[in-house]
């Protein structure tokens, strides 16, 4: 079985490669306290239909390179963030 993960696309800026955050919530060992992490995965997308702030679903798959190791699946959720879409927008003028 490959592991299978949803995440936030937090950037899109490399062709055919997003950067994709996972949030998770756990309990600080020393001091109980709940905290936050985030995992960051380098995804493989060959039709380039994910943008940032998309909810997307990865799954595994062999290294394509020396940091990607994750392929998309599907995209859950597009995002409706107008500040996203306004600083891709500019970033692209620019």
Same mark, same amino acid.
């Not at 994750?70 to 995002?79: A, G, I």
């Given at each position: 079985?490959?592991?299978?993960?949803?995440?936030?696309?937090? /950037? !899109? #800026?490399?062709? #055919?490669?997003? @950067?994709?955050?996972?949030?998770?919530?756990? @309990?600080? @060992? #020393?001091?109980? #306290? %709940?905290? @936050?992490?985030?995992?960051?995965?380098?995804?493989? !997308?060959?039709?380039?239909? +994910? +943008?940032?702030?998309?909810?997307?679903?990865?799954?595994? +798959? &062999? &290294? *394509? /390179?020396?940091?990607? *190791?994750?392929?998309?699946? *599907?995209?859950?959720?597009? /995002?409706? !963030?107008?500040?996203?879409?306004?600083?891709? %927008?500019? +970033?692209?003028?620019?």
């Amino acid at each position: 079985m490959k592991r299978t993960l949803v995440g936030t696309v937090a /950037s !899109d #800026k490399a062709s #055919k490669t997003l @950067r994709v955050e996972i949030q998770r919530r756990f @309990r600080h @060992r #020393k001091y109980g #306290k %709940i905290v @936050r992490g985030r995992t960051v995965c380098h995804v493989h !997308d060959e039709n380039e239909e +994910a +943008a940032v702030g998309d909810l997307v679903e990865i799954v595994e +798959a &062999p &290294p *394509r /390179s020396k940091t990607k *190791r994750w392929d998309l699946v *599907r995209v859950v959720r597009e /995002s409706d !963030d107008v500040t996203a879409e306004a600083a891709a %927008i500019s +970033a692209d003028s620019e």
